[in-house]
T-cell receptor, first 112, second 113 residues
Framework: DSGVTQTPKHLITATGQRVTLRCSPR?????VYWYQQSLDQGLQFLIQ???????AKGNILERFSAQQFPDLHSELNLSSLELGDSALYFC???????????FGPGTRLTVL | AQSVSQHNHHVILSEAASLELGCNYS??????LFWYVQYPGQHLQLLLK????DPLVKGIKGFEAEFIKSKFSFNLRKPSVQWSDTAEYFC???????????WGAGTKLIIKP
């Protein structure tokens, strides 16, 4: 158990819909990272937040957005969902000044 | 462009065989290097990391990796694999002050009992 929690564990929805994935980092960690893992694309970095501010952006689609709240939990919003968005979405967190990331168990999103 | 290459996408070995998984990166500056493992149905876990010092680093479960700066490589090794090592292994590199980890595509390792 890494100390990073993600909800929900599984999500099944239809194309065109919008979902929100939630992540709570380890206690004391200020950075939160979001990743997408799919069979065809592998592990893709989406976005990083540090203490509420966006710090780095990866291959995140415009239909996707994220935010980090004052209590440091983060949400990833996915809208206008397409079949190709079906994937495992991981959240990770790290301590300020440390680069090691601790991963959550992931949310498996299935878009039908 | 900065990139990380893992040469083998799938590796199949028998128990007790020796393992070496390749990882190369393209960047001439300072790097921090990681190997993560993802067991079936589980999240990624850190196997080992290199920041500085001895280029041969030891991680959990008998794994080790050697940083060879001249070859831009950080290969993962284990002298004798077990069935429980069946997993996907990811190499990741942090390049200079870039906050973004650059990930390799992963290597799926299957150990035959």
């Amino acid at each position: 158990d890494s100390g990073v929690t993600q909800t929900p564990k599984h999500l099944i929805t239809a194309t065109g819909q919008r979902v929100t994935l939630r992540c709570s980092p380890r206690s004391g960690d200020l950075s939160v990272y979001w990743y997408q893992q799919s069979l065809d694309q592998g592990l893709q970095f989406l976005i990083q937040y540090y203490n509420g501010e966006e710090r780095a952006k990866g291959n995140i689609l415009e239909r996707f957005s994220a935010q980090q709240f004052p209590d440091l939990h983060s949400e990833l919003n996915l809208s206008s969902l397409e079949l190709g968005d079906s994937a495992l979405y991981f959240c990770a967190s790290s301590v300020e000044g440390e680069v090691e990331q601790f991963f959550g168990p992931g949310t498996r999103l299935t878009v039908l | 462009a900065q990139s990380v290459s893992q040469h083998n996408h799938h590796v199949i070995l028998s128990e007790a065989a020796s393992l070496e998984l390749g990882c190369n990166y393209s960047y001439g500056g300072t790097v921090n290097l990681f190997w993560y493992v993802q067991y079936p149905g589980q999240h990624l876990q850190l196997l080992l990391k290199y920041f500085s010092g001895d280029p041969l680093v030891k991680g959990i479960k008998g794994f080790e990796a050697e940083f060879i700066k001249s070859k831009f490589s950080f290969n993962l090794r284990k002298p004798s694999v077990q069935w429980s090592d069946t997993a996907e292994y990811f190499c990741a590199v942090l390049m200079d002050s870039n906050y973004q980890l650059i990930w390799g595509a992963g290597t799926k390792l299957i150990i035959k009992p």
